[in-house]
């Protein structure tokens, strides 16, 4: 894994809430349609300048950001926008995460191809097809039923037979399918919720943002003993909802 501190210190905050404006001012003037070989320039220098730059060399990681088609999970209007080294605005007040961190997060999980994953947070999908790009099976859990709906089809789209949504309460996690080697969270808890902790499997890794709107991302690690922690970088996701806040 990366010196997170190391590396966040030599670049500039990574911050998950998008400018809202660029839905808005990304429909002004029309712009010539990319090719998909446009798309795929991009996504290699989307990985060499924002991710292999800051410290992030795990060649399977790399591969998977070169492979999934960042821009068929944006909106149309937004397609020219979807390699920039920002979050960008989906639907319902949600993003999807800035590229470097969707590839630390993806790092840290630590994943190999018989890895069996919990997202927690589907949002548009794409951090959810990068992690099939590595894992056996990922199950994914969205709040929002029109997410969930959207990125389900999208996913299918892109034929990623390996990854299972369904709408509920991701404070409670997916327990039909525990234990997990591996739970990615892409919602700020102000706590670990505890139904994550009893799914993640020994040895298994837990990567999740936590705090109010000064948030760390942790890397909790299930050992015999306890749980092992690793503050890395700080982050701003959209906060984590659902009957476990109150």
Not at 46 to 71: K, N, Y
Request: proline share 6%; aromatic share 6%; charged share 15%.
């Amino acid at each position: 894994m990366t010196n997170a501190n190391m590396v966040f210190d030599r670049f500039k905050s990574l911050a998950e809430v998008p400018d809202q404006s660029l839905s808005r001012n990304s429909t002004r003037h029309r712009r010539p349609e990319a090719t998909e070989q446009t798309y795929t320039d991009q996504r290699h220098q989307m990985v060499q300048r924002q991710v292999v730059a800051r410290g992030v060399t795990d060649d399977a990681v790399l591969q998977a950001l070169e492979t999934v088609p960042r821009h068929r999970f944006v909106a149309a209007n937004l397609t020219h926008l979807a390699y920039r080294d920002a979050p960008l605005p989906t639907s319902h007040g949600q993003t999807i995460s800035q590229p470097y961190v969707v590839a630390f997060m993806t790092a840290a999980a630590g994943l190999s191809p018989q890895s069996r994953v919990l997202e927690v947070g589907t949002g548009s999908g794409y951090q959810t097809a990068v992690l099939a790009e590595l894992a056996a099976e990922v199950y994914s859990v969205e709040l929002l039923p029109d997410l969930a709906q959207q990125a389900q089809a999208t996913l299918a789209q892109l034929d990623y037979g390996n990854v299972h949504v369904k709408q509920g309460n991701g404070y409670e996690g997916w327990a039909d399918y525990a234990p997990y080697d591996a739970i990615v969270v892409t919602a700020a808890p102000t706590r670990i919720p505890a139904a994550l902790v009893d799914q993640l499997a020994l040895g298994g890794r837990l990567v999740v943002p936590v705090g109010y709107s000064s948030q760390t991302l942790l890397v909790v690690t299930k050992r015999a003993t306890g749980l092992a922690t690793e503050y890395t970088i700080p982050v701003r996701f959209v906060p984590m909802v659902g009957e476990g806040e109150k």
